[in-house]
C-alpha cells in the first residue's frame, strides 16, 4: 500500500530528523518542501490550441558537514521515509567528497517574517474556462488580427526548517498574459503580470498589441548612429533586468564585474530604484532558500547607488546583511532583485514622453540582449514588436528591426533621463521559483542609444 502524503510541515520535519540521524549533531541543514502548480493556456492563429497543468510536491535539502563542505539535492518521492531517508544519505555523502568551503557563512538563526505571502486564491485556483475567458478577451479585442501567446496561472506553498531552529512558511501566486498580433510584416505585443488573474486585462492588452501591428506596417530602415529613445515599459524592462542582475548583485560586486559606484550621482536625479519584494502583490514567497525574511531594499535613490541585493554569503563578504535574495541559482549567478520597481517621474504618458523627442525613436520591446562588458552594463541585442521614427514629437512612419550595442549604466547618466508617470507591470525571468518575476517600470525617455544597424528579423 502506497503510503499517505505528508504536509509540507511535517516532510521537512521529517528530512531534518533524519539529518539529525544520519549526520550527527554537526551536520548542518537547511529543509525546504514546496508544492508548485502550474497552468498554461497557449494559443496560436487566434485559437487556442494546448492546455496543460502540473502539479508537484519537491522537497530541496542543503546539507553541510565538517563546517563547510556542503552539498545540494532535491526530490519528488516524497511518499514514506524510505524515500528521504535515501535523499538524505545520498546528499551526506556527496556532501563529505566536497572540499570545505572556508566562506561557508553558517545558518542564520531565526528571523520573523513580516507577512506570510500574498497569495490570490482565485488565481491558485483558477480552471481552464477561467484563462480561456482571458484568451478570448484578447482575441476579440485584436479585431481580426492573427493573435498568438499565452495566460499562465501558478501557484507555490512552501515550509522551510533548519538546523538552527527556523523555521517560517508562506505561500504566493502569479497571472501572466503575454501575446502578440500579427499582419502581414508587423507584430504588436502586450504583456502583463500581477499576483491576480483578475488584474490582467487581456482585453485592453489584445487591443494594444493590435494598434501596434497596425501601426508598424511598411517599416523602413533607419542608419545607425546615436538617437534619443522613448522606452515602453517592455523595453524598459530590459534596462531593469540587466542592472539587477549584473550590476547590483553583490556577487557582481564581490567578483569585480559590476560598474557600481556606491555613494557617487551615477544615475540621473530621477532615476530610483528598488527590490521592493514585501510590497503588496508582490510575487514570491516571503523568504528566501535560506530562510531569510525579504525586505525592501532601496538600490538607487535619486540617481545615487545606495543598495545591493546579498544572499548570506555575499553579505558576509561584503561586511553586510543580507537582503533575502538567496535563490537555488545564487551560487552561480548571484542573488537577484525578485521584485525590481523603478519609480514614476514626472514625465507622463508615453505620448508627453514622445512629444519632447526632436528626432528619435519609440521602442517597444528588446529581445535577445546578451551582455558585452559587464563592468560597462554593455549589452547587445534587437528591438522587437515595433519601432517608430519620430520628428518634432510625432511619430512620422515605423522602423525595421534595429541591432543595438548600449550601456544600460551610461544610458542612464545624469542629465540623460526622464521618466515617465505610469507604470506598468511586466514579466520577466530573473530568479527564483515562480518562473517569472515581476519588474514594475515607467516607460523612459533617454537622450542617446546607440544603433549599430538594421535586420530583416
Same mark, same amino acid.
Given at each position: 500500500?502506497?503510503?499517505?502524503?505528508?504536509?509540507?510541515?511535517?516532510?521537512?520535519?521529517?528530512?531534518?530528523?533524519?539529518?539529525?540521524?544520519?549526520?550527527?549533531?554537526?551536520?548542518?541543514?537547511?529543509?525546504?518542501?514546496?508544492?508548485?502548480?502550474?497552468?498554461?493556456?497557449?494559443?496560436?492563429?487566434?485559437?487556442?490550441?494546448?492546455?496543460?497543468?502540473?502539479?508537484?510536491?519537491?522537497?530541496?535539502?542543503?546539507?553541510?558537514?565538517?563546517?563547510?563542505?556542503?552539498?545540494? +539535492?532535491?526530490?519528488?518521492? @516524497?511518499? $514514506?521515509?524510505?524515500?528521504? !531517508?535515501? %535523499?538524505? &544519505?545520498?546528499? #551526506?555523502?556527496? *556532501?563529505?567528497?566536497?572540499?570545505?568551503?572556508?566562506?561557508?557563512?553558517?545558518?542564520?538563526?531565526?528571523?520573523?517574517?513580516?507577512?506570510?505571502?500574498?497569495?490570490?486564491?482565485?488565481?491558485?485556483?483558477?480552471?481552464?474556462?477561467?484563462?480561456?475567458?482571458?484568451?478570448?478577451?484578447?482575441?476579440?479585442? +485584436?479585431?481580426?488580427?492573427? @493573435?498568438? $501567446?499565452?495566460?499562465?496561472? !501558478?501557484? %507555490?506553498? &512552501?515550509?522551510? #526548517?533548519?538546523? *538552527?531552529?527556523?523555521?517560517?512558511?508562506?505561500?504566493?501566486?502569479?497571472?501572466?498574459?503575454?501575446?502578440?498580433?500579427?499582419?502581414?510584416?508587423?507584430?504588436?505585443?502586450?504583456?502583463?503580470?500581477?499576483?491576480?488573474?483578475?488584474?490582467?486585462?487581456?482585453?485592453?492588452?489584445?487591443?494594444?498589441?493590435? +494598434?501596434?501591428?497596425?501601426?508598424?506596417?511598411?517599416?523602413?530602415?533607419?542608419?545607425?548612429?546615436?538617437?534619443?529613445?522613448?522606452?515602453?515599459?517592455?523595453?524598459?524592462?530590459?534596462?531593469?533586468?540587466?542592472?539587477?542582475?549584473?550590476?547590483?548583485?553583490?556577487?557582481?560586486?564581490?567578483?569585480?564585474?559590476?560598474?557600481?559606484?556606491?555613494?557617487?550621482?551615477?544615475?540621473?536625479?530621477?532615476?530610483?530604484?528598488?527590490?521592493?519584494?514585501?510590497?503588496?502583490?508582490?510575487?514570491?514567497?516571503?523568504?528566501?532558500?535560506?530562510?531569510?525574511?525579504?525586505?525592501?531594499?532601496?538600490?538607487?535613490?535619486?540617481?545615487?547607488?545606495?543598495?545591493?541585493?546579498?544572499?548570506?554569503?555575499?553579505?558576509?563578504?561584503?561586511?553586510?546583511?543580507?537582503?533575502?535574495?538567496?535563490?537555488?541559482?545564487?551560487?552561480?549567478?548571484?542573488?537577484?532583485?525578485?521584485?525590481?520597481?523603478?519609480?514614476?517621474?514626472?514625465?507622463?504618458?508615453?505620448?508627453?514622453?514622445?512629444?519632447?523627442?526632436?528626432?528619435?525613436?519609440?521602442?517597444?520591446?528588446?529581445?535577445?540582449?546578451?551582455?558585452?562588458?559587464?563592468?560597462?552594463?554593455?549589452?547587445?541585442?534587437?528591438?522587437?514588436?515595433?519601432?517608430?521614427?519620430?520628428?518634432?514629437?510625432?511619430?512620422?512612419?515605423?522602423?525595421?528591426?534595429?541591432?543595438?550595442?548600449?550601456?544600460?549604466?551610461?544610458?542612464?547618466?545624469?542629465?540623460?533621463?526622464?521618466?515617465?508617470?505610469?507604470?506598468?507591470?511586466?514579466?520577466?525571468?530573473?530568479?527564483?521559483?515562480?518562473?517569472?518575476?515581476?519588474?514594475?517600470?515607467?516607460?523612459?525617455?533617454?537622450?542617446?542609444?546607440?544603433?549599430?544597424?538594421?535586420?530583416?528579423?
Amino acid at each position: 500500500m502506497t503510503a499517505a502524503p505528508l504536509s509540507l510541515d511535517d516532510l521537512a520535519t521529517a528530512v531534518l530528523t533524519e539529518v539529525a540521524r544520519q549526520g550527527g549533531p554537526d551536520a548542518a541543514a537547511i529543509v525546504r518542501a514546496e508544492h508548485a502548480a502550474l497552468a498554461l493556456t497557449r494559443f496560436a492563429g487566434s485559437a487556442i490550441h494546448q492546455n496543460v497543468a502540473d502539479e508537484q510536491t519537491t522537497v530541496h535539502l542543503e546539507l553541510t558537514v565538517d563546517g563547510g563542505r556542503t552539498a545540494n +539535492a532535491s526530490t519528488t518521492r @516524497t511518499r $514514506g521515509p524510505a524515500a528521504l !531517508a535515501d %535523499l538524505v &544519505a545520498a546528499t #551526506l555523502t556527496a *556532501a563529505r567528497l566536497r572540499p570545505r568551503d572556508p566562506d561557508w557563512p553558517g545558518l542564520g538563526g531565526p528571523a520573523p517574517l513580516t507577512s506570510s505571502g500574498s497569495p490570490d486564491p482565485a488565481t491558485a485556483e483558477a480552471s481552464p474556462a477561467d484563462r480561456a475567458a482571458g484568451v478570448a478577451a484578447f482575441i476579440e479585442a +485584436a479585431g481580426g488580427l492573427s @493573435t498568438a $501567446g499565452f495566460l499562465q496561472t !501558478a501557484s %507555490l506553498t &512552501a515550509v522551510l #526548517l533548519d538546523s *538552527a531552529g527556523k523555521h517560517v512558511a508562506g505561500a504566493t501566486t502569479s497571472a501572466v498574459c503575454d501575446g502578440i498580433a500579427r499582419l502581414p510584416g508587423a507584430d504588436g505585443v502586450a504583456r502583463s503580470i500581477s499576483v491576480r488573474l483578475s488584474d490582467l486585462d487581456c482585453a485592453a492588452l489584445g487591443a494594444r498589441a493590435a +494598434a501596434k501591428a497596425r501601426a508598424g506596417v511598411d517599416a523602413a530602415p533607419v542608419d545607425p548612429g546615436r538617437y534619443p529613445v522613448v522606452l515602453e515599459p517592455a523595453a524598459a524592462t530590459d534596462v531593469v533586468a540587466g542592472l539587477v542582475t549584473g550590476q547590483f548583485n553583490g556577487k557582481a560586486v564581490v567578483d569585480g564585474t559590476s560598474g557600481v559606484r556606491l555613494g557617487e550621482q551615477q544615475f540621473d536625479p530621477a532615476v530610483s530604484l528598488v527590490d521592493d519584494s514585501p510590497a503588496p502583490g508582490a510575487i514570491g514567497l516571503p523568504f528566501d532558500v535560506e530562510g531569510t525574511p525579504v525586505r525592501r531594499t532601496e538600490l538607487v535613490r535619486d540617481g545615487v547607488p545606495v543598495g545591493l541585493t546579498t544572499d548570506r554569503r555575499t553579505a558576509a563578504q561584503l561586511g553586510r546583511e543580507s537582503t533575502g535574495n538567496a535563490s537555488d541559482v545564487s551560487a552561480t549567478w548571484g542573488p537577484i532583485a525578485t521584485d525590481p520597481a523603478l519609480s514614476p517621474g514626472a514625465g507622463g504618458s508615453i505620448e508627453d514622453l514622445v512629444a519632447g523627442l526632436d528626432r528619435g525613436l519609440l521602442v517597444t520591446d528588446f529581445w535577445y540582449t546578451r551582455v558585452v562588458d559587464p563592468t560597462r552594463s554593455v549589452w547587445t541585442g534587437l528591438t522587437r514588436n515595433g519601432v517608430w521614427l519620430v520628428e518634432d514629437g510625432q511619430v512620422v512612419r515605423p522602423v525595421s528591426t534595429l541591432r543595438f550595442t548600449q550601456s544600460y549604466l551610461e544610458a542612464l547618466a545624469p542629465g540623460a533621463v526622464t521618466v515617465g508617470s505610469d507604470v506598468g507591470p511586466q514579466p520577466a525571468r530573473l530568479a527564483g521559483a515562480m518562473g517569472y518575476n515581476r519588474v514594475a517600470v515607467p516607460a523612459l525617455r533617454l537622450a542617446a542609444w546607440n544603433i549599430t544597424g538594421n535586420t530583416t528579423g
